[in-house]
């Protein structure tokens, strides 16, 4: 199992940016995905999720309105389009399934965002 987040950059205030998390080693189209972000010195915060199909999405509150996430099963990718971006949403960004599935245990290098002027 491996997750390889990639996009992250450093970007102005109210800039936008789009993550992409390539998995491979399992059946992607039969889990759920998330988005996760940790940022220096605080706990992982988990920002978003994507059913199996794509059907449906939640976000936190943090994200709601400026945060979209998308996948595409062909490509065993998910995507995080993140617009109207703040000093607070610098982080490093990972992608992986619900917790207690078979993948939770595998997590990526993860991608940094920083957020700054």
């Known amino acids: 199992v491996q997750f390889v987040e990639s996009g992250g950059e450093l970007v102005q205030p109210g800039g936008s940016l789009r993550l992409s998390c390539a998995a491979s080693?399992?059946?992607?189209?039969?889990?759920?995905m998330n988005w996760y972000r940790q940022a220096p010195g605080k706990e992982r915060e988990w920002v978003g999720r994507?059913?199996?199909?794509?059907?449906?999405?939640e976000y936190a509150d943090s994200v709601k309105g400026r945060f979209t996430i998308s996948r595409d099963n062909a490509k065993n990718t998910v995507y995080l389009q993140m617009n109207s971006l703040k000093a607070e949403d610098t982080a490093v960004y990972y992608c992986?399934?619900?917790?207690?599935?078979?993948?939770?245990?595998?997590w990526g290098q993860g991608t940094q965002v920083t957020v700054s002027s």
């Open positions: 994507i059913s199996r199909a794509g059907g449906a999405t």
């Open positions: 992986n399934s619900d917790p207690g599935t078979a993948v939770w245990k595998y």
């Open positions: 080693g399992f059946t992607f189209s039969n889990y759920d």
